[in-house]
């Protein structure tokens, strides 16, 4: 009986055991924080879909959630990067385009969001499967 109850909550987690809001919204603050400012605000936060996938075909399996995120800046971010800072820093971007995983922006470096600034990330998440967790692209592991 306990090894037909364990089978099953294994071939549960294999089709429920995913990544959902609550992970998302983690993974999220994590890289707001990193990337911008650790002083934000989510205003909303909608799963748009989400997709299974293999990372390497047949080895790691891995799940995107397509999101769409609009956060405020209380404080703005990265303020020493401002166009009109005494001391600018050296290490700033003039691009517009905000995101929290890629930086494939053309023009590299830390973006000055203005005190106040409410900005959209529309975007995916992938999580690999691995070590009996989930890896998010934050590189923390969660166990939903």
Request: with cysteine.
């Amino acid at each position: 009986m306990l090894t037909l109850l364990s089978a099953n909550t294994a071939f549960a987690c294999l089709m429920a055991c995913r990544p959902g809001e609550t992970e998302t919204r983690q993974v999220i603050d994590h890289l707001i924080a990193k990337r911008f400012d650790p002083s934000f605000d989510v205003l909303s936060l909608e799963t748009k879909r989400t997709a299974d996938f293999d990372m390497i075909v047949g080895e790691i399996r891995g799940y995107e959630i397509f999101f769409k995120a609009s956060v405020k800046f209380p404080k703005g971010a990265n303020l020493d990067c401002a166009p009109d800072a005494p001391r600018r820093a050296t290490d700033c971007s003039e691009d517009r385009y905000f995101s929290l995983i890629r930086d494939t922006r053309p023009v590299p470096g830390r973006q000055f969001i203005e005190p106040g600034g409410v900005r959209t990330f529309d975007e995916d998440l992938r999580f690999a499967e691995l070590k009996g967790a989930w890896r998010g692209p934050d590189g923390e592991y969660y166990k939903p």
